[in-house]
C-alpha cells in the first residue's frame, strides 16, 4: 500500500537559516508528488509538485525540493527561512495511472521560526 | 485568485445527528474531493467525485457518508448520524483535471461531535 512518511512532526529554525523537511514515500512505481503547506485558520496550499523530468523543481515562497528515486525521497528545501514560513507542511503522493487523482498524505511537520 | 470556500467554519453537533459540509469548488472545475484530518492525524483521503458520481472512495466513507452536487456550484458532504470518531478537520478540494493535477484546498470544517 501506497505511504507517506514525514520523519519530523515538529521542527525549529532561527530566522535566516536553511530548512529542510523530510519525506519519504512508499510505492510501487514513480508517483506523483506535491508539498502543501498550511497556516493557521487557512487550507492546504500547494507549494511545488513533481511530475516527471528535472529532479529538482522549484515552488513558490522559494522553496525547492529534490526526487531522489534512490532513496524513495522528495525533500522540500529552503535557503533561508523567513518568520512568515511558519506554519505546517504536507508532503502527498498521487497515483500514475490512476483515475481519481486522490492524494494520500503524510503526516505533516510544523515549522517554527525563531527570531 | 480563485478559492475554494467552505462552510460552516466550526460545527458542533450532539452524536447521532445529522450534518452536512458544503463546498463550492472553484467554478471551471470538474474534480471534487472531500479529505478529514483528525487532531494530530494524517490528512485522509474520504471521497472523489466526478460528473455526478463516485469515483472513488475510501474505506472510512461507509454507508453513514453521501456527498453530492445539488447544483451547478455547491458540492456537499452529508453524514447522516455522527458518531464520536466523526470529530475531525474537513477538507474540500478540486482540480480541473484529475490525476497529476493540483488540487485546490479550502479552509476546512471543524466538525466537533460531542
Known amino acids: 500500500a501506497q505511504s507517506v512518511t514525514q520523519p519530523d512532526i515538529h521542527i525549529t529554525v532561527s530566522e535566516g537559516a536553511s530548512l529542510e523537511l523530510r519525506c519519504n514515500y512508499s510505492y510501487g512505481a514513480t508517483p506523483y508528488l506535491f508539498w502543501y503547506v498550511q497556516s493557521p485558520g487557512q487550507g492546504l496550499q500547494l507549494l511545488l509538485k513533481y511530475f516527471s523530468g528535472d529532479t529538482l523543481v522549484q515552488g513558490i515562497k522559494g522553496f525547492e525540493a529534490e526526487f531522489k528515486r534512490s532513496q524513495s525521497s522528495f525533500n522540500l528545501r529552503k535557503p533561508s527561512v523567513h518568520w512568515s514560513d511558519a506554519a505546517e507542511y504536507f508532503c502527498a503522493v498521487g497515483e500514475r495511472g490512476g483515475n481519481t487523482g486522490k492524494l494520500i498524505f503524510g503526516q505533516g511537520t510544523t515549522l517554527q521560526v525563531k527570531p | 485568485e480563485p478559492e475554494v470556500t467552505q462552510t460552516p467554519s466550526h460545527q458542533v453537533t450532539q452524536m447521532g445527528q445529522e450534518v452536512i459540509l458544503r463546498c463550492v469548488p472553484i467554478?471551471?472545475?470538474?474534480?471534487f474531493y472531500w479529505y478529514r484530518q483528525i487532531l494530530g492525524q494524517k490528512v485522509e483521503f474520504l471521497v472523489s467525485?466526478?460528473?455526478?458520481?463516485?469515483?472513488?472512495k475510501s474505506e472510512i466513507f461507509d454507508d453513514q457518508f453521501s456527498v453530492e452536487r445539488p447544483d451547478g456550484s455547491n458540492f456537499t458532504l452529508k453524514i447522516r448520524s455522527t458518531k464520536l470518531e466523526d470529530s475531525a478537520m474537513y477538507f474540500c478540494?478540486?482540480?480541473?483535471?484529475?490525476?497529476?493535477?493540483?488540487?485546490?484546498f479550502g479552509p476546512g470544517t471543524r466538525l466537533l461531535v460531542l
Open positions: 467525485f466526478y460528473n455526478n458520481e463516485i469515483s472513488e
Open positions: 478540494a478540486s482540480s480541473e483535471t484529475r490525476v497529476g493535477e493540483t488540487q485546490y
Open positions: 467554478s471551471n472545475h470538474l474534480y
